[in-house]
């Protein structure tokens, strides 16, 4: 692919010289931060804006530290005109509290100061004195000095992202991220390594041991002052010191003006290069699709080119890689389960005991043993025996692994079997892998987590010496003692408890909470019938509390106080948010929730990080698991009524909880119906019924969730898609995409939902299920978790009624 054109290296040498003379006429004039200038976390402190708009400088909202309930803020640089605000760099390694503040110091030196004013980290600019910053519109955040002079630059500390304009000279380095939702560094880089060969390598954390590589340039035998070069026209390539070219970018690509660039390693470890269409959203906002579309993955095989034998591979330990158009797939063989349901890429963990070579380990019973098969999978490198021969078939390797307590799977291929030790690691599927893994586990998925039973003789001896000796007489006078004073005092509990729980939840003064929020300062928003506030348990100083305070002097939020505190207090599930108190002292009527670190599904859904589409289908399913829980599972019946993304909020898992049952519908356990007596829910989410002198059913919620099941598989607002046309709502477009074989469009710019177009297909007929005028029609949230889960067959919906236009 290496070239030499004397008109294409004469354009260059010009374009290079047109961008030098740009950049050095950069002054103090196009600064953003004079000395002195200062940018808080947390506070409305805007951040710096390069002067056409495109880029920003500035803190960015990180979730909550799990260690300490702590919001945490990064210093960043992001695209301002793309409407999820992509981060192109940031100070992975320093999240700082609320309250910390980056300053141009009076000295000239630029510093990062956490919340207790103690020096984290400052950019190294030798002896020289910055005289001001300035945020360029090619995404590089400079500091200059007196003379108009570059002297620090973030495209020279570049994290996981290269721009347009930008060089990764020799040594070095992009590191990908952990995970989409976190900064922390993960384990693969990029680096332009001092011989000139650009490489892709897996590292071994925390020490960043590197592995072997999965991809290179070859270019090892070239200059070694080869760099890898970002042009402006958005194309990427090597270039030594005489301007030979060897391209990377091996598509055309579209005009500058039309679209952004950029190109990053992103958390599988594949190299990508994207753009992003330059439009107006605010006069666009129907046509807005979130994504960034790829150009060009590298490598174009992840699955198979991860190939080391340390390490987990591309995936985590116990998975297996399925290579879906460049992206690659973690899943899990059956009898395991994902070690983090959000993050495929951190492995896989057994759902029973690993064979433990005692006798009585479940392996040692041959009867309660069995193999699931995977055909065209391998993995490679966690084998400790091969048997061969023409008389070794695939039950004969079975035999092999069934009888070796230490064989975790066996792969058969022809005449050969290979017994695989745990934990399994570099697991891919191919149709170009030519070999058969059986993964050995007990039969029926039995856990047995608990150990057989003893040996009867020595239960029969232990018994017989403490009934034959005065110990056991000691022991039962003790035990009975001991279960007396717990009668004694767990009644004397009870009667203290009486008076400050109901059902089981405490009961909270009103003075405890206005300071656990400190005087109701920090507020988290406005739901239905009150506010809520952040605080802190004072008995629990390190664990957040949600206080919704009731508005005042109605006698409907009396009655509605009631109902959440004796409804919720006999809810429990984990996808719902849980009632840990209540305050009814005077006219003050306040709740106490558990604090939700990663807000409401709104925010993700329609904000600046968007979830991928197997977090969105885990999240779906989680709140139609609720629902159902509402619905059927309760000993009363609860109709929330206000189903939207505002009310579902997310656990610093991501996992999802409903939230405010303020407009809960109760029912009697017999009952089906409830009386019509108001309007109740959020316009865009309201069922027909509500319109038409119909008595209110459960059926309301499936409406309600149907509709925020579309916005979930398209990432657009249903109600900020009807602004954008009056004529035309969310669910008359999806379906008329739906009923023309075009349900491609709803996930236009979405590469990992177009890879999986059959569970978009099936989430999709489930939703038009869901919002049909009719309610008798309408599933029940039972049966629309089972479709959801792909545990019941989904037939084709009908069409929707033209209510949904009105």
């Known amino acids: 692919m290496a070239f030499r054109a004397d008109g294409f290296r004469l354009f260059l040498l010009t374009l290079v010289f047109c961008l030098s003379s740009s950049t050095l006429a950069v002054g103090q004039s196009d600064c953003s931060m004079n000395v002195g200038s200062v940018l808080t976390a947390g506070v409305n402190s805007p951040p710096r804006i390069s002067p056409s708009g495109e880029f920003a400088f500035g803190f960015r909202p990180l979730r909550s530290s799990q260690s300490t309930n702590q919001d945490l803020f990064l210093l960043a640089i992001w695209y301002n ?39 984290v980290w400052k950019a190294e600019t030798g002896n020289e004195r910055t005289a001001c910053a300035a945020m360029l519109d090619s995404g590089n955040f400079v500091l200059i000095n007196g003379a108009s002079i570059y002297i620090w630059e973030s495209f020279r500390l570049p994290t996981d992202t290269i721009l347009p304009g930008q060089r990764l000279r020799k040594g070095g380095r992009l590191t990908s991220r952990q995970s989409d939702t976190t900064s922390t560094e993960g384990r693969f880089q990029l680096r332009m390594q001092l011989d000139g060969n650009l490489v892709l390598y897996s590292i071994l954390l925390p020490t960043e041991v590197i592995t072997d590589a999965y991809w290179d340039t070859g270019t090892n035998h070239r200059d070694a002052d080869s760099e890898l070069v970002f042009d402006e026209a958005g194309f990427i390539y090597i270039e030594d010191r ?197 993964i050995k586990v007990p039969r029926n998925n039995q856990t047995t987590l608990c150990p057989k039973s003893k040996d009867r003789s020595t239960v029969v001896l232990v018994v ?128 106490v929730y558990e604090y939700m670190s990663n807000g409401s599904l709104s ?46 909020l997310l656990d610093e898992y991501l996992a999802p909880k409903i939230s405010d049952f303020g407009l809960a519908k109760l029912l009697l356990s017999e009952q089906s119906r409830a009386a019509r007596t108001h309007i109740r829910g959020t316009v865009g989410y309201f069922a027909p019924e509500w319109f038409r002198k119909a008595s209110i059913t459960s059926k309301v919620d499936v409406y309600s969730f149907g509709v925020l099941l579309l916005e979930m598989i398209c990432c657009m607002s249903s109600v900020e898609f009807a602004m954008g046309d009056q004529e035309e709502a969310l669910i008359d477009w999806v379906y008329d995409c739906y009923s023309k074989k075009k349900v491609n469009m709803l996930v236009e710019n979405d590469e990992e939902a177009r890879n999986d177009m059959k569970s978009v297909e099936r989430l999709v007929m489930v939703a038009i299920w869901c919002i049909q005028e009719d309610p008798s029609l309408r599933p029940s949230m039972r049966k629309v978790t089972q479709m959801l889960e792909g545990v019941a067959d989904v037939s084709v919906p009908p069409r929707p009624s033209v209510f949904s236009s009105s």
């Open 81 to 119: 005109k793309v409407p999820e605000g992509t981060i192109v760099w940031s100070l992975n390694d320093h999240q700082v509290p609320e309250g910390s503040r980056i300053q141009l110091t009076n000295e000239g030196q630029l510093i990062l100061y956490n919340s207790q004013g103690q020096q």
């Open 242 to 438: 005489n301007k030979n070219i060897l391209n990377i970018t091996k598509r055309n690509l579209g005009s500058r003006q039309d679209f952004y660039y950029m190109a990053r390693i992103d958390e599988d470890g594949v190299f990508r290069h994207y753009n992003h269409p330059r439009r107006n959203y605010a006069a666009d906002a129907r046509s807005y699709m979130p994504a960034w579309s790829i150009i060009q993955t590298t490598p174009e095989d992840m699955c198979g080119a991860v190939s080391g034998n340390l390490g987990s591979g591309a995936c985590g330990y116990n998975s297996y890689c399925v290579n879906l158009d460049g992206r690659p797939n973690c899943l899990c063989p059956e009898g395991y389960s994902p070690l983090d349901s959000l993050d495929l890429r951190r492995g896989c963990k057994p759902n029973f005991q690993l064979p433990s070579c005692q006798q009585n380990g479940w392996e040692s019973d041959i009867a309660s043993v069995e193999f699931k098969e995977l055909n065209n999978t391998d993995w490679p490198f966690t084998d400790y025996e091969l048997q061969t021969g023409p008389e070794v078939d695939k039950e004969r390797c079975k035999e092999f692994c069934l009888r070796d307590c230490f064989c975790a799977a066996a792969i058969y291929n022809g005449n050969n079997c290979w017994k695989k030790r745990f934990p399994l690691s570099n697991g891919r599927q191919s149709t170009a892998v030519n070999r058969t893994a059986l």
């Open 464 to 591: 017989s010496v403490l009934l034959g000796s005065s110990v056991f007489f000691n022991f039962l006078l003790l035990a009975a003692i001991s279960v007396g004073i717990f009668f004694i005092y767990h009644k004397k509990m009870l009667n203290l408890q009486s008076a400050s729980t109901l059902y089981g939840i405490r009961r909270y003064t009103y003075k405890e909470l206005e300071e656990a929020t400190g005087g109701f300062n920090q507020q988290l928003g406005r739901g239905s019938f009150g506010t809520v506030y952040k605080g802190v348990i004072p008995s629990i100083p390190k664990r957040y509390i949600a206080v919704k305070r009731l508005d005042k002097a109605e006698k409907e939020g009396e009655k509605e106080f009631t109902t959440e505190v004796s409804a919720i207090g006999r809810t429990h599930h984990k996808n719902l948010v849980a009632l840990l108190g209540y305050c009814d002292e005077g006219n003050n009527r306040l709740l």
């Open 603 to 648: 925010s993700l859904l329609f904000g600046i990080s968007r979830p991928h589409w197997h977090q969105r289908m885990q999240i779906a399913f989680g709140i139609a698991r609720g629902l159902t829980y509402l619905h059927e599972e309760c000993s009363t019946q609860i109709i929330h009524c206000d189903v939207k993304p505002q009310n579902i």
